[in-house]
């Protein structure tokens, strides 16, 4: 942030800017190579796949039906378990297809999700050597006593440990969180986010953990053994992870499960909010903004980005009570667009305005 020179500041939105990259076609393959089912996970549910992963010689067919209209290349994720632990050979079907089809230019990337202590360093150099592009790893916490809680099978180190392998192996990192765990506060979900941000990702997910039907969390939930985070609770964690990632250069692609039909019927509580995302967003804006606007003296004119427009007073304008305590109105905001930085927020003192904070 420049400083306030006269009557005058300047502020530059922290988020990474995302470079234009092939769309994501996901192949879900639930539960594929867990260890175990964890408490609190639904991946059949979560993402509508009741059937089990797909086998290697169905995607392919399913595949090079698809490719024969696309006209673009997209990037392959494999979503949904651990794909570092499926079996040698049927991981190897899997990315064989990968490779084929990058190999013909009709995939550009690769990505697969995974578990941080299944990720030995032969695995990764078969991902890299295949073609594989990222890794992302659902760490969930760094925290011992909330993995502990969790059941997740291993420790902040072995989750710390986990990452830096990946990026070892010269693999692009992705980081998952999953705020809300069991023995988590707010003030550990902060540190997970700087731990996070230390291991400098390429992108970051935040999940905020729900209480989804046919799961052992569900039954913890109905002893009223496990409390889930509240909405107000969880929107304020997540504004507050996103500068900090943002300033580490992380791009965070989620905030928040994905909608789908069968996730609204086994959803049974916790932090859910159909405009979560921009909620976060919107308050994370608010708060960079904030100690600027308060070195205005006065009433303050605004000119913002205009792909700001929907996320400056918040969801529903929820955030327009706090920007007028601010001395900022409606009336005095003005949206800007190229040639203008589409980062840039100017903030000046109306003219002639008395100081009315
Ligand atoms: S949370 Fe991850 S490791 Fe655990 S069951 Fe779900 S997909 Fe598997």
Excluded at 24 to 38: E, T
Excluded at 89 to 94: F, G, H, R, T
Excluded at 97 to 109: D, E, F, M, T
Excluded at 259 to 281: C, F
Aim: hydrophobic content about 40%; some cysteine; overall charge neutral.
């Amino acid at each position: 942030m420049s400083p306030f020179h006269s009557n005058i500041a300047t502020l530059r939105h922290p988020e990474p800017q995302s470079t234009a990259r092939a769309p994501v076609r996901p192949v879900f393959l639930p539960f594929a190579g867990c260890p175990y089912r964890c408490m609190y996970c639904a991946q059949d549910d979560q993402t509508g796949i009741h059937a089990g992963a797909i086998a290697p010689g169905d995607l392919k067919r399913e595949l090079a039906l698809e490719f024969r209209t696309r006209d673009k290349p997209v990037e392959l994720a494999f979503y949904g378990g651990t794909f570092t632990a499926i079996p040698g050979e049927l991981m190897q079907a899997y990315l064989d297809i990968a490779a084929s089809l990058k190999k013909a230019g009709l995939v550009a990337r690769v990505r697969c999700s995974t578990r941080p202590d299944c990720l030995d360093s032969q695995t990764l150099d078969r991902l890299a050597r295949s073609g594989v592009d990222m890794v992302e790893v659902g760490v969930q916490s760094f925290d011992d006593a909330v993995l502990a809680a969790s059941g997740r099978g291993y420790d902040g180190v072995a989750a710390l440990r986990g990452c830096e392998a990946v990026h070892a192996a010269g693999l692009e990192l992705g980081i998952q969180l999953l705020p809300g765990l069991p023995a988590m506060t707010p003030g550990i979900f902060t540190h997970d986010v700087f731990a996070t941000a230390s291991l400098a990702p390429s992108v970051a997910r935040l999940y905020p953990l729900l209480v989804l039907e046919k799961t052992p969390l569900a039954d913890k939930w109905r002893a009223g053994a496990f409390a889930p985070w509240a909405v107000e609770d969880t929107v304020n964690a997540l504004a507050g992870a996103l500068p900090v990632l943002w300033k580490a250069g992380v791009r965070v692609i989620r905030t928040g499960l994905a909608p789908e039909t069968d996730l609204d019927a086994a959803y049974l509580a916790g932090p859910r909010h159909p405009a979560m995302g921009q909620r976060v967003r919107s308050l994370a804006l608010q708060r960079l903004l904030e100690p600027t606007l308060l070195s205005i003296p006065g009433p303050v004119r605004l000119e913002y980005p205009r792909r700001f427009q929907g996320e400056l007073w918040g969801h529903c304008g929820e955030l327009a009570p706090a920007y007028a305590r601010l001395g900022l109105h409606r009336e005095n905001t003005v949206p800007h667009g190229p040639p203008w930085d589409g980062n840039l927020f100017v903030m000046s003192q109306l003219p002639d305005s008395a100081p009315t904070r």
